[in-house]
């Protein structure tokens, strides 16, 4: 047997024992120190003959690896141990409670403008604003609701000026003016934002949200109207089959005007939306009258369409079963906890509404 | 608009049921509001008789009566009516039964420790008639045999109330109601027979009607009846007036009524006797005076409509009488009035005089002006039938002739509105029922509108009746298609919708308040704005437009500490106004924070909220929303509702005129003042409309991936400077130094006090300085070390501390 063998045999004998950090640590020195037997033997090779030395430097490198990749593998098996040893004793009561973390949420009103926007998004509709102080003209008389109009009953308004020529919007109907005195036809948009009306109760507050939709063109008429509609409330409710109906009213600035109900039932308490006998009205809509139209100085012979206004409160008390009008806008931090949104939680086309 | 389902069978011959009726209503744009069961329990009321009286043992007034119910059963029953004796016959109502007049369910009670098993009724809890003295007394001949059976004997009774849209003036009357439903295939509208009346006596009073500018009133009816005898109405009126929640008044006045709700003709009855020398229909003198019926006096302006005589207003043309003409039982000889007058003056006058009447709701949403005649004439003859007397002449003043109205209208527009055809012989047959006169005429129709339609005035007008009375279950659904040639928001509303959820993010509530707010609140937060008042608020504490979003979250903070909540954060995002004019608005994000960081736990240290929690919640969403932390200067000039010396203003580029935010500490007082209880208040206010919009889109605002591999190194100095010194200058003159080479600035101590001279402070930054090129040397990193200390001590006059 060869030194390099005997050498080989004798320290994997040794290093198979069990041993401390040290006895390994001297094996090392025994072996690679700089007397070691392994380096003795690297100081060898040039005394070998060319025809031989090939050989030995190739036999002695390869035992060298096994013997040092033993050494390092035994210290590993050591240092693992005490680290876990060491872990043992840090360990921590891992059910004691966390740091806190400080939840934000978005409030129902707006999580329902964006799921609005969504869904009108999807069928070509762009978002308009216009603003919350109105002049007299745009609210009413460009809407063919002139001065001593009786439906201007039907808007207790809130005025800033005693000449009545400044209001507070009472609908967000305005909005239509400002989009086509602005721009050419066609029009196809929808117009989310605060309205006012000096009625307050229970079911009636002073300041509510509506979202006013409008789509001019060519040759829109009322199944146009009726589809984007039904899309619409399918969308917003998720739900595949929509009891809708369509009632006629009266609005002075759309001919012929609806009202839109939609079928439900009350099950355990609650509302369900889609079925049943029961109607509940959520809109209202017509073709925009011809009068406005020319007031906005588009030519109703050649341009005609429909607009819509819907209460955004009123779809979110649905839709998410809020039950009392008032407390959107009481500030409540357990009601605005209840039932807000994670801020994370943004509806879109891809994602859907709701997670 | 109330009606009953009997009284619209006097116009419209149908067998359907009452339920069908309520769903057509509503078909065709008769909106149901509610059905009410007018008399509940009505059959509960039974015909009695008093059997024995005996006064009451604790009361003088009352008596303890044994009355006969029916088949000899007898109750006790307490009552206090002197005309209860042994003998009468009269109503009783059983404990469960519902008084009309109070609608007050009886029960069994105790009254004076005497048990009471019901009541017996007077005629004006029964709203048989006003009478209220006593108990009702029946004819002993008509009533003995009927003891102990029902005394109402008509079926049950539905109110069914509409609601009719302001252009539906003729829906007013059950007639026109009729004819809506006849002419959507529901029942066969009456002919009614016009009853000839004679006139016997002529016309003696003379109505003269005065030319004048903005003359209200462009005809005026009249006829005379003489010798009338007024009483209460009869059982058949009475009823079909309560049936629709009218209150008998005498014959005359429920006969007027009568025929205003029957074909939406609202008529006036005078005592004749009572006008001085003639009517005169005239505009208002300034000033002029007069008491109306409902008992109030009226002070008018200037060209109302008032009808007169020669001693001056007896009352307002269309809105209400006056009493010094208004008819009593004892009236003898009546004027009835019917007259037309325009709308709008008569919605004019109204309003400034604040009246409602059912006569000024009729007027101003237009009468038929040729119901004139037919309104005198059903009413006198029934006056004549049920007060007798006899009937003038009809009088007719007029000063404008009725126009009769044409419509030229193209069939085909119909179906290019409605989007579904029908025929013309059915658009005829609709219009020929709603009353409408057709003529062809080449492609077109030519149509009289009926005088009382006052809404219909083009061609639209008519696409709508017909699509109203086809049913808009007719119209097809054009499903929408789902193409989008322009970007559904705008770059404002998509950094409005970014900012929101990312303040959201950071631990905040969204709250939404009204746009109004409390002056004496608003007063703390609105700089050097104007209040911008509502000049009729809801209430006194909604009575301006709000300057700040603060005045109302201050508020509503206030309110969640007071239900004790300690540590919230609560914000909005919405508009302030600087102006009464559109347009003078702002759209701010505003947050409040409350009370403490972190309450003491296992784990943290107990921290007040402060400033600088807020101003990283300001500086953290614009950095998200896009804008460079680099281009963001911030100095301490804030109004003066923060904390002067805790709080800040931010602004982007050196641009101070219009800062971006301003955040800080509430200023104390203002808590002290609304009674604000916290550790801590602080909050933000981020100008949306000041914050300028980047054209660039996701793609192009990301720069080119640059980074180095270069070993970096970490030098830590502290310097001793002027106690006035910003960090921010500090800061500036260092990133100044060498972009290429200082990469990272850090402030980690901030040091007054001991070993530090007065009015100076020690600030200790760590910088980390790494090339893009080369791994630095020792020598480099000293040339540039050196720089740094050299630059900052020349530009600021601190010193390097050792």
Known sequence: ?355 | MKITFDWLKKHLKINLKEKDLLKQLTNIGLEVETVEDLSPGIELFKIAKVIKTEKHPNADRLKICDVDIGKGELKKIVCGASNAREGLITIYAPPGAIIPKTQTKLVVAKIRDVISHGMLCSESELNLSNESEGIVELSTSKYQKKIGRRYFLESKTNTIDLSITPNRPDCLGVRGIARDLAASGFGKLINLKQKKIKSNIKHSLKVKINKEKNQTCSAFGSCLIKNVKNAESPQWLKNKLISVGQKPISAIVDITNYIMLDINRPLHAYDADKIEKGLIIRNSKSGEEFTALDNKSYKLEKDMCVISDANGVLGLGGIIGGTRSGTELDTKNILLESAYFKPRSIRNTAKKLNIDTDAKFRFERGIDPLSIKEGLNKAASLIKEICGGEISKIDIQKTENYKINKILFNPNLFEKISGFKISNREMVKILESLGFKTKKEGKFFSLTIPSWRPDIMQEIDIVEELVRISGFDKIKIVDPIKERTRSTLTKSQKLFHFLQRSIASKGYLEAITWSFSDSNYNDHFKSKCEDIRIINPISSELNVLRNSIYSNLIMYMRKNLDRGFKDLSIFEIGPIFSGPNPGEQNTVICGLSAGKKSRLSWIDEERDIDVFDVKRDVVQTLVEAGYSSDKFFIDDKTPNYYHPGKSGRLFLNQDKDHPIAYFGEIHPNILKKIDLKTESLVGFEIFMDNLKLTDKTLNNQKRKFEVSDFQKSERDFAFVVSKDLKAQDLINVISNIDQKLISNIRVFDVYEGENIPENQKSIAINITIQSKEKTLNDNDLEKINNLIIKTVENKTGAKIRS
């Not at chain 1, 190739?58 to 035992?63: C, D, F, P, T």
């Open chain 1, 1 to 355: 047997m060869s030194d390099l063998k005997k050498i080989k045999d004798d320290f994997l004998l040794k290093l198979e024992k069990k041993l401390s950090l040290s006895e390994i640590n001297e094996i090392k020195t025994n072996l690679f120190g700089k007397n070691g037997l392994i380096s003795s033997q690297f100081k060898k090779i040039g005394t070998i003959s060319e025809s031989e030395k090939k050989k030995f430097a190739s036999e002695l490198n390869l035992i060298k690896d096994e013997l040092q990749n033993q050494i390092n593998f035994k210290i590993n098996e050591i240092q693992s141990v005490e680290i876990n040893k060491k872990l043992e004793k840090e360990k921590v009561d891992i059910t004691l409670p966390e740091r806190t973390f400080v939840q934000g949420k978005i409030h129902p009103v707006s999580q329902t403008i964006d799921e609005i926007s969504s869904i009108f998004s999807e069928i070509g509709f762009s978002v308009e604003e216009g603003p919350d102080v109105e002049n007299e003209y745009n609210n009413f008389t460009a809407l063919n609701t002139p001065d001593n109009h009786p439906a201007r009953d039907m808007h207790d308004t809130f005025y800033l000026d005693e000449k009545k020529e400044k209001l507070l919007r009472t609908h967000t109907s305005p909005v239509q003016i400002r989009t086509m005195l602005k721009d050419k036809p066609p029009f196809k948009i929808i117009a989310p934002g605060r309205t006012y009306r000096s009625d307050s109760d229970q079911t009636h507050s002073p300041m509510f949200h509506q979202v006013e939709g409008l789509h001019i063109d060519k040759d829109i008429t009322m199944g146009h109207l009726k589809g984007c509609l039904n899309y619409f409330i399918k969308e917003f409710f998720e739900i595949k089959k929509i009891k809708m109906r369509f009632r006629p009213s009266h609005f002075p600035f759309t001919e012929p005007s609806a009202e839109v109900d939609i079928g439900y039932e009350i099950k355990d308490g609650k509302i369900v939306i889609g079925e049943g006998d029961k109607w509940l009205e959520i809109l209202g809509c017509g073709m925009v009258h011809p009068n406005v139209l020319k007031n906005v100085k588009v030519d109703s012979s050649k341009y005609q369409g429909y607009a819509f206004g819907i209460g955004i409160d009123r779809l979110a008390m649905l839709k998410y079963g809020i039950n009392d009008l008032r407390a959107f806008f009481d500030c409540d931090y357990r009601w605005l906890n209840h039932f807000g949104f994670d801020p994370l939680d943004v509806p879109t086309n891809y994602r859907g509404l709701s997670r």
